[in-house]
C-alpha cells in the first residue's frame, strides 16, 4: 500500500477511533447518572426525582412498585395514594400536563408492559381526544421512544444532547428533585389562587353568552367528527380489547358550568362524545365510566376553581372517594345515560344569575381565598425587597371588602399593618390604612393596641403620642392586658414608646 494511501488510513482510524470514543463516552456519561432514572433507580445517595413528567413517568413505571395507574393531564394531577389508600389499592400517578390521549395511550401501554397495573384510572373529556389520533403539544417535547421497546430507544436517549447537560447536573449536584409526591403535583403552590375575584370578574361577558348555550343544551348532539372518533378507537377502544383482564376506570372530570359558554358546535361534540364512550361502556365489561360532569356543589361553584377546568383539592379527594366506589352514583349506567344524559339536562337547568360574577351575592370563600392570595403576593414582594404599589392599593380594596363582609380580626389586622409597612413609600397609602384602621379596629381591643404601637413609633411619618396614648387607654379599658401593663409602664417613664410586640 503506498505511503500516502496508509496515511489517510491512519487519519480515517483515528478520527474513526476518536468519535467513536466521544459517542461512547457520552453514552457512558448519561448512562451512569441517568437524570430521570430510566434504567435504574438512583437510591438514597440521590433521593427525588425530576418535575419533567414525560421523561420522568417511564422510569417510575420500569422501577417502582404499583397495581393501579392514574393516567389524564394536569386536571389530574394532584390525586396521590393517601387518597386511595382505604381501598388497599397501591396508585402511582403518571399524569403529565396538557397531555392528550395519545400519550396516555403511550402510559397505559408502557406500564401494562410491565406487568403491574391491575387497573388503569383515565381521564376523560373530549379535548383530550380532539387533536386526532396523535395529538402531540407542541410545546412540550414528547420522547415516546421512551414509552416504547424500540432498539433505537437507547441509542436515542444516551446520545442525547439535552440528556449530557441534565446528567452534568446530576454528577456536580445542581440538578432540581423533588419528592415522589411532588413529581406531579401543583395544588401546594396553587392553593391560595382558587375563586379569586380577577378570575371571577372575568366571567361577567361570559354570563351574557350563557344563554345561548344553554339552548345548545336543550338541542340533540351532533354527530362525532372522523379524527376524533379514530382518536377514540386507537387510543382508547383498542386498549379495552386488548387487555380484558385490566379494569380500566375512566371519568369526566367536574368543568365549571361556564367553561366553552359560547361555543355551541363544541358543546355539541362534547355531548356526542359523551354518547359515544357511553356506548364503549355498555360494549366492554373492563370498562367503568364515572360522570363528575354533574357533580352537584362544584360545576356550578366558581370559588372551587383556579379557572374553568382546575378545582380545588377538596373536589379532587371527592372524585378519588368515588372512583373507589362501584356503587357510587355517579357511575355511568349505560343504557340510562345513552337515554337521556343528565350533563345537557342539568346544564340546560342551570341558573346562571345566582353566580357571583353575573350578580349574585359575594361568597365568603371567594373573600377568604381573595385575602391569601393577595398577602402571598405581598410577602414574596417584601422578601425580594421590592415595591409594589398597585399590588397594595388592589391588596386595600379587596381586603376592605374582606374585612367588612367576614369580620375576621386576622384579615383586619393583616390589612393594617400592610398599610404602615412602608409598601410602596406613600404616604397616601398609609393615609388609606390609617382610615380603615379607625374603621376595622373600633371594638378590637388587640386592634387598637397594634394602633397605638403605630402611632407611638417614632419613626412611623404619622407618628402621634396624643392619638397614641389614646388607642392605649381604648384598648386597655376594653380589657387588652398587655396594654394595661404597657399603660403601667408608662406611668413610671412618661416619655417611654411603644411596648413592642404581643398581646392578646
Not at 119 to 148: C, H, I, M, T, W
Not at 181 to 201: I, M, N
Not at 243 to 270: C, K, Q, S
Not at 419 to 447: M, N, Q, V, Y
Request: charged share 25%.
Amino acid at each position: 500500500m503506498p505511503a500516502d494511501a496508509q496515511k489517510t488510513m491512519l487519519i480515517f482510524l483515528l478520527a474513526s477511533g476518536g468519535f467513536l470514543a466521544v459517542v461512547l463516552g457520552i453514552m457512558g456519561f448519561n448512562y451512569v447518572y441517568d437524570p430521570f432514572q430510566f434504567y435504574r433507580l438512583h437510591g438514597d445517595a440521590s433521593p427525588g426525582f425530576s418535575q419533567n413528567e414525560r421523561y420522568q413517568n417511564p422510569g417510575l413505571l420500569r422501577h417502582l412498585e404499583y397495581d393501579s395507574i392514574v393516567v389524564g393531564s394536569s386536571i389530574s394531577q394532584n390525586f396521590s395514594p393517601q387518597m386511595f389508600a382505604p381501598t388497599g389499592w397501591r396508585l402511582l400517578n403518571v399524569t403529565a400536563s396538557g397531555s392528550g390521549s395519545y400519550l396516555h395511550r403511550l402510559i397505559i401501554d408502557a406500564a401494562l408492559s410491565q406487568g403491574k397495573a391491575k387497573r388503569v384510572l383515565r381521564e376523560l373529556r373530549y379535548g383530550n381526544f380532539s387533536g386526532g389520533v396523535k395529538d402531540v403539544n407542541q410545546e412540550q417535547a414528547l420522547p415516546d421512544f421512551l414509552y416504547q421497546g424500540t432498539l433505537e430507544r437507547p441509542f436515542q436517549y444516551l446520545l442525547s444532547i439535552d440528556l449530557l447537560g441534565k446528567s452534568w447536573s446530576v454528577a456536580t449536584g445542581t440538578d432540581d428533585r423533588v419528592p415522589l409526591e411532588l413529581v406531579h403535583a401543583w395544588y401546594p403552590q396553587h392553593k391560595f389562587k382558587f375563586g379569586t375575584l380577577h378570575y371571577l370578574r372575568g366571567y361577567k361577558i361570559k354570563c351574557r353568552g350563557f344563554d345561548p348555550l344553554q339552548e345548545a343544551a336543550k338541542a340533540e348532539a351532533g354527530r362525532l367528527d372522523a379524527g376524533t372518533a379514530q382518536a377514540l378507537w386507537q387510543n382508547l377502544e383498542e386498549q379495552l380489547q386488548q387487555f380484558p383482564e385490566v379494569e380500566f376506570i375512566a371519568y369526566y372530570p367536574p368543568i365549571f358550568y361556564l367553561h366553552g359558554y359560547g361555543d355551541r358546535a363544541a358543546f355539541r361534540n362534547r355531548v356526542a362524545f359523551r354518547r359515544a364512550t357511553f356506548e364503549l361502556a355498555k360494549k366492554y365489561p373492563n370498562f367503568l365510566l364515572y360522570d363528575f360532569s354533574i357533580l352537584a356543589d362544584v360545576v356550578d361553584n366558581p370559588y372551587r376553581f383556579k379557572d374553568p377546568l382546575h378545582f380545588d383539592l377538596e373536589t379532587q379527594v371527592v372524585l378519588a372517594r368515588e372512583l373507589s366506589d362501584p356503587e357510587s352514583i355517579y357511575r355511568v349506567v349505560p343504557d340510562v345515560w345513552l337515554a337521556e344524559d343528565p350533563y345537557p339536562k342539568k346544564l340546560a337547568a342551570f341558573d346562571v344569575s345566582r353566580l357571583a360574577p353575573c350578580g349574585g351575592p359575594i361568597g365568603r370563600h371567594q373573600l377568604e381565598n381573595d385575602y391569601q392570595e393577595l398577602f402571598r403576593q405581598a410577602e414574596e414582594i417584601r422578601r425580594r425587597g421590592e415595591r409594589d404599589p398597585l399590588l397594595l392599593r388592589r391588596g386595600l380594596s379587596y381586603l376592605r371588602e374582606a374585612a367588612r363582609n367576614i369580620g375576621e380580626l386576622r384579615m383586619v389586622m393583616a390589612l393594617g399593618m400592610a398599610s404602615f409597612d412602608g409598601w410602596g413609600g406613600e404616604s397616601d397609602l398609609e393615609a388609606a390604612g390609617e382610615i380603615f384602621l379607625d374603621e376595622a379596629f373600633e371594638g378590637h381591643p388587640s386592634g387598637l393596641l397594634y394602633r397605638a404601637w403605630i402611632l407611638l413609633n417614632p419613626e412611623y411619618s404619622g407618628h402621634d403620642r396624643a392619638a397614641g396614648l389614646q388607642a392605649l387607654r381604648r384598648s386597655a379599658r376594653l380589657g387588652n392586658l398587655q396594654a394595661r401593663r404597657e399603660l403601667a409602664a408608662m406611668r413610671h417613664s412618661p416619655r417611654s414608646g411603644s411596648g413592642g410586640q404581643g398581646g392578646d
